[in-house]
């Protein structure tokens, strides 16, 4: 039975798993192993060499690479195997840039029913928190004095200059001293102050030969301490630590997924003649890890699986409200999104603090920090302690700093660390106050946290496994099995196996044929007028008949024994052909030539209001190809693909690609031949329609030019014919038809033969009086009528259409003239014509009615408006001349004029309105047909 663990989004290990911790188990094996701290640091990384440690035993074995597949996306897969026995630790060393492919794609199998336990790692933090969080703080690489400051309460043991005996006691605190010293110079002196069975004691650090603490818990706590400073050396490197636990012998597999270098494939092919061609393919491979690879199976796949990183190495923090006492009157949870940003080299970014340069020591001349005697560590390291060396200021440099944490550190200028993390910039960027970034930059909101995880969930385990699961399922297969999968699997990926192992030193490259095979070639003559505007390149057609794909790659062509060209393929499909070309053609030329014309056929479209065109414009090009060679050659055309342009006649493809179409052309040998692509594009465009006098009568007439067709529109109305007439119980209905005739004419302006189609609109209630002529089969709003129109003459259309219509009105408000019209049209009945006669004579005393009422109103209308010039002129004479009494008696003669009038008008709308009603009521009955 085997027992496999995959890390990825949903099985991996979450989080960092504490340095402080890591440095403890260590311990633990160290002990056991008998093996010091340095021994343990000195396992490679796992592209440099993975160390076994079997528990309860000092042997130490490799876990070789056994087995490398390659993908053309830019990622590897590396299985490493080897034997253990009972249980046994795994460290694995890797590059802090490849520690997030490690965690979503690691695969462990340990046969025979063992066990995997928990997979530590050290985690991101920088190493200065966590040398906070020992009992000593070595983080601002104190002084002895310091040191001893911090172990404030110990118990020390410790052996002066002048005496051998050891003695006792607590430490009571430093401090410092000015005191006189050579040619009356103040020198610092640094003195620890020591509560002994005596009391208090002050010791000069200068007369003490060495010390230890009594309590063994801090003595382990700066030994370890001591430790992460030494392993903080390489901090480019992070141990993985794998634990299995089982019994007896048995093999175990440790698979990852990792950056690498795509592998890349180029050809060799050499014409053979009678289309046939020996096609060798090569695979360029490198080795970029520190670690030489030997006599590894490798399997190059083929393809792009979505690959991609993820920031899955530093710890996401979900942010906690801060809440306050009530006196304080609110509540203020806020939340802070951290600030991810991405180094030069594609690593991301760790959020760690800003650094802090570290310089020499000044006087105290002591050559501690990080990285030697420099006292850098990459390009920031620890405090600068230049100053240490005096205290012009003459006090106690130990008063009111009961810590060493809470010494005050000079502001430094921020840098980034040698793992290319953010500084403070990052935090101006996001708009983080300085003192809040740092607690802010790894913090995740929780709305944030969740949609991670659920992309995490649906990208991470349908994606990024895809190459740890490829490349474990390759790894355990066999050859055999290996091909027929990869048959299978042709129209997704393809796996090239190479047959032997290969060994490929460190920082090496090798070619590797993965391809020997013959496969079909045609030879053409290929002209694209983008490519060389004059001259086809001579190219092949290849059809892949190797049963396998071809990944894209540079293709070097020989021919007659030499070097004839370099190509370019793309990916191939088995059985799928694609052109090539190697070299430019110089015994053949092309000379190409573009002619516009109009399509043969216009649709003139009459729309009621106005006239338009529908035709193709036309667009013809014309190769011309001169064979200046002694042999027949093939030409390929290639004619790009234009939107809204589509080929017109019966000219035919050889084939047709995403944006090209391709013709074959027989070159006949020392001659010149053409071959034409006509291509045509729809337009709809208006007609201008100006008066034209023909003959007697006038017609719109438009011609426009580009079209060589002029069009003449002659409309004719009828006048209205009557039908019938009926009357029902007073209401008249009045049959008649309306006739409208259209004459289209079209006469020729060109010297070729055009099919004009006429399109006439249907309008609502009109019919043609051709009954068999019927809509346009699909559409009901058009008329089509096909017309050949030769050249030099000219066509004519005429169309006839007929709309009925029923006029409903009341009879005892037709008008007296309207009446007497119908009276006098034959197609009345005589019923009707009676009706008509007895409405004309019961509406005549109502007729001389309104005849008086309209008379005594246009006169009653003439007075009053009299009346109105004669007050103006009133206000304008003097009341006591001759003009104003002659006003003024006119004035009193009309109002009496105005009042007969007005009572007389009265009676007459009364009178109307009497005989309306009587004329209703008689005519309301009458009825004939």
Do not use: C
């Given at each position: 039975?085997?027992?496999?663990?995959?890390?990825?989004?949903?099985?991996?290990?979450?989080?960092?798993?504490?340095?402080?911790?890591?440095?403890?188990?260590?311990?633990?094996?160290?002990?056991?192993?008998?093996?010091?701290?340095?021994?343990?640091?000195?396992?490679?990384?796992?592209?440099?060499?993975?160390?076994?440690?079997?528990?309860?035993?000092?042997?130490?074995?490799?876990?070789?690479?056994?087995?490398?597949?390659?993908?053309?996306?830019?990622?590897?897969?590396?299985?490493?195997?080897?034997p253990i026995e009972g249980n046994a630790t795994i460290e694995l060393r890797f590059s802090a840039a490849d520690v997030n492919d490690l965690l979503k794609s690691m695969i462990l199998e340990d046969d025979k029913g063992g066990k995997i336990s928990a997979i530590s790692y050290d985690g991101q933090d920088p190493v200065e928190k966590t040398l906070r969080s020992f009992a000593l703080d070595l983080t601002m690489n104190p002084t002895l004095g310091q040191l001893l400051q911090q172990a404030r309460g110990e118990k020390i043991e410790i052996v002066l200059n002048s005496n051998t005996t050891p003695e006792t006691g607590v430490i009571l605190g430093m401090e410092s001293q000015m005191q006189p010293g050579p040619k009356d110079a103040l020198v610092e002196v640094h003195q620890l102050n020591l509560v002994g069975p005596d009391g208090i004691r002050g010791i000069k650090l200068t007369d003490i030969k060495r010390?230890?603490?009594?309590?063994?818990?801090?003595?382990?706590?700066?030994?370890?301490?001591?430790?992460?400073?030494?392993?903080?050396?390489?901090?480019?490197?992070?141990?993985?630590?794998?634990?299995?636990?089982?019994?007896?012998?048995?093999?175990?597999?440790?698979?990852?997924?990792?950056?690498?270098?795509?592998?890349?494939?180029?050809?060799?092919?050499?014409?053979?003649?009678?289309?046939?061609?020996?096609?060798?393919?090569?695979?360029?491979?490198?080795?970029?890890?520190?670690?030489?690879w030997k006599n590894v199976r490798m399997v190059l796949v083929s393809g792009r699986p979505i690959s991609f990183q993820m920031d899955l190495y530093p710890p996401l923090f979900v942010p906690r409200p801060t809440v306050e006492l009530d006196k304080y009157g609110m509540l203020r949870p806020p939340t802070y999104n951290g600030a991810i940003t991405s180094g030069n080299n594609g690593m991301v970014a760790s959020n760690m603090a800003p650094s802090i340069p570290m310089g020499?020591?000044?006087?105290?001349?002591?050559?501690?920090?990080?990285?030697?005697?420099?006292?850098?560590?990459?390009?920031?390291?620890?405090?600068?302690?230049?100053?240490?060396?005096?205290?012009?200021?003459?006090?106690?440099?130990?008063?009111?700093?009961?810590?060493?944490?809470?010494?005050?550190?000079?502001?430094?200028?921020?840098?980034?660390?040698?793992?290319?993390?953010?500084?403070?910039?990052?935090?101006?960027?996001?708009?983080?106050?300085?003192?809040?970034?740092?607690?802010?930059?790894?913090?995740?909101?929780?709305?944030?946290?969740?949609?991670?995880?659920?992309?995490?969930?649906?990208?991470l385990e349908e994606n990024l496994k895809k190459a740890s699961q490829k490349g474990q399922k390759i790894a355990a297969q066999h050859d055999k099995q290996l091909e027929a999968e990869a048959a299978d699997e042709a129209g997704e990926s393809f796996q090239y196996l190479i047959e032997e192992k290969i060994s490929l030193a460190r920082q090496k490259s090798a070619l590797i044929q993965i391809l020997n095979e013959e496969i079909d070639v045609t030879p053409f003559s290929i002209f694209n007028e983008t490519v060389h505007a004059k001259f086809p390149l001579m190219g092949l057609k290849l059809k892949n008949s190797t049963k396998q794909p071809l990944p894209q790659g540079p293709v070097t062509v020989f021919e007659n024994g030499a070097y004839a060209g370099d190509a370019r393929l793309s990916d191939m499909q088995p059985e799928e052909e694609r052109f090539i070309s190697y070299a430019v053609d110089l015994s053949m030329e092309v000379k190409t030539e573009v002619k516009q014309s109009v399509g043969p056929e216009i649709r003139i479209q009459y729309l009621g209001d106005r006239v338009q065109a529908g035709y193709s414009s036309r667009q013809t090009k014309v190769y011309t190809i001169k064979n200046r060679g002694k042999l027949e050659r093939t030409?390929?055309?290639?004619?790009?693909?234009?939107?809204?342009?589509?080929?017109?006649?019966?000219?035919?493809?050889?084939?047709?690609?995403?944006?090209?179409?391709?013709?074959?052309?027989?070159?006949?040998?020392?001659?010149?031949?053409?071959?034409?692509?006509?291509?045509?594009?729809?337009?709809?465009?208006?007609?201008?329609?100006?008066?034209?006098?023909?003959?007697?009568?006038?017609?719109?007439?438009?011609?426009?030019?580009?079209?060589?067709?002029?069009?003449?529109?002659?409309?004719?109305?009828?006048?209205?014919?009557?039908?019938?007439?009926?009357?029902?119980?007073?209401?008249?209905?009045?049959?008649?038809?309306?006739?409208?005739?259209?004459?289209?004419?079209?006469?020729?302006?060109?010297?070729?033969?055009?099919?004009?189609?006429?399109?006439?609109?249907?309008?609502?209630?009109?019919?043609?009086?051709?009954?068999?002529?019927?809509?346009?089969?699909?559409?009901?709003?058009?008329?089509?009528?096909?017309?050949?129109?030769?050249?030099?003459?000219?066509?004519?259309?005429?169309?006839?259409?007929?709309?009925?219509?029923?006029?409903?009105?009341?009879?005892?408000?037709?008008?007296?003239?309207?009446?007497?019209?119908?009276?006098?049209?034959?197609?009345?009945?005589?019923?009707?014509?009676?009706?008509?006669?007895?409405?004309?004579?019961?509406?005549?005393?109502?007729?001389?009615?309104?005849?008086?009422?309209?008379?005594?109103?246009?006169?009653?209308?003439?007075?009053?408006?009299?009346?109105?010039?004669?007050?103006?002129?009133?206000?304008?004479?003097?009341?006591?001349?001759?003009?104003?009494?002659?006003?003024?008696?006119?004035?009193?003669k009309q109002e009496t004029q105005i009042e007969l009038l007005q009572e007389e008008v009265r009676k007459l709308q009364m009178e109307e309105k009497s005989q309306q009603a009587e004329v209703d009521d008689v005519l309301s009955g009458i009825s004939a047909e």
């Open positions: 039975m085997k027992v496999k663990y995959l890390l990825g989004a949903s099985g991996m290990v979450v989080g960092a798993i504490i340095y402080l911790i890591f440095m403890g188990a260590t311990k633990q094996d160290a002990q056991k192993t008998g093996r010091t701290s340095g021994d343990l640091k000195g396992a490679a990384f796992a592209d440099e060499g993975t160390t076994v440690k079997q528990v309860g035993g000092a042997d130490r074995s490799q876990l070789p690479l056994s087995q490398v597949v390659l993908f053309s996306s830019g990622v590897g897969y590396f299985q490493r195997q080897g010390m230890k603490f009594i309590n063994p818990t801090l003595n382990e706590e700066l030994r370890r301490a001591l430790e992460v400073v030494a392993t903080s050396h390489d901090q480019m490197k992070k141990t993985v630590t794998l634990q299995f636990k089982g019994e007896g012998k048995r093999e175990v597999k440790v698979g990852y997924v990792a950056e690498n270098p795509i592998w890349k494939s180029s050809y060799r092919l050499t014409l053979l003649g009678n289309g046939k061609g020996r096609l060798q393919g090569y695979a360029s491979v490198e080795n970029t890890t520190d670690e030489d020499g020591f000044g006087q105290l001349g002591a050559g501690g920090g990080f990285a030697g005697g420099g006292g850098q560590l990459g390009n920031g390291g620890m405090m600068n302690f230049g100053q240490m060396g005096a205290n012009p200021r003459g006090d106690n440099r130990y008063q009111n700093n009961p810590l060493i944490q809470n010494y005050n550190v000079p502001n430094q200028a921020p840098t980034n660390d040698p793992l290319g993390n953010a500084n403070n910039d990052a935090q101006q960027q996001a708009g983080l106050p300085a003192q809040q970034g740092l607690q802010a930059q790894n913090k995740l909101s929780y709305q944030d946290l969740q949609n991670r995880k659920q992309n995490q969930k649906l990208a030409a390929v055309i290639e004619h790009p693909i234009r939107d809204d342009w589509k080929l017109a006649g019966d000219v035919k493809t050889l084939e047709q690609s995403r944006d090209l179409y391709r013709f074959q052309v027989a070159a006949p040998a020392m001659k010149t031949s053409s071959f034409e692509v006509p291509e045509e594009q729809p337009k709809i465009e208006p007609i201008a329609m100006l008066p034209l006098l023909d003959g007697k009568r006038s017609v719109l007439s438009g011609n426009p030019n580009h079209l060589g067709v002029e069009l003449q529109l002659f409309t004719q109305v009828k006048p209205v014919e009557l039908k019938s007439i009926v009357i029902t119980k007073g209401m008249v209905a009045v049959a008649s038809d309306l006739h409208e005739s259209r004459s289209y004419k079209l006469i020729s302006r060109s010297e070729l033969d055009r099919k004009i189609i006429l399109e006439h609109v249907v309008r609502p209630e009109w019919k043609l009086d051709d009954v068999a002529l019927k809509p346009v089969e699909g559409s009901t709003t058009l008329y089509r009528f096909p017309l050949e129109l030769p050249k030099g003459k000219s066509v004519e259309k005429l169309i006839e259409e007929t709309k009925s219509q029923v006029v409903q009105e009341k009879i005892s408000t037709m008008e007296e003239g309207r009446i007497k019209g119908f009276l006098l049209h034959p197609v009345l009945k005589p019923a009707v014509k009676a009706a008509f006669q007895r409405t004309l004579d019961v509406k005549a005393a109502l007729l001389e009615t309104k005849r008086k009422l309209t008379e005594r109103e246009k006169e009653l209308k003439g007075i009053t408006e009299d009346q109105t010039r004669l007050r103006a002129n009133l206000q304008n004479v003097p009341p006591t001349s001759a003009a104003y009494k002659r006003y003024l008696d006119k004035f009193d």
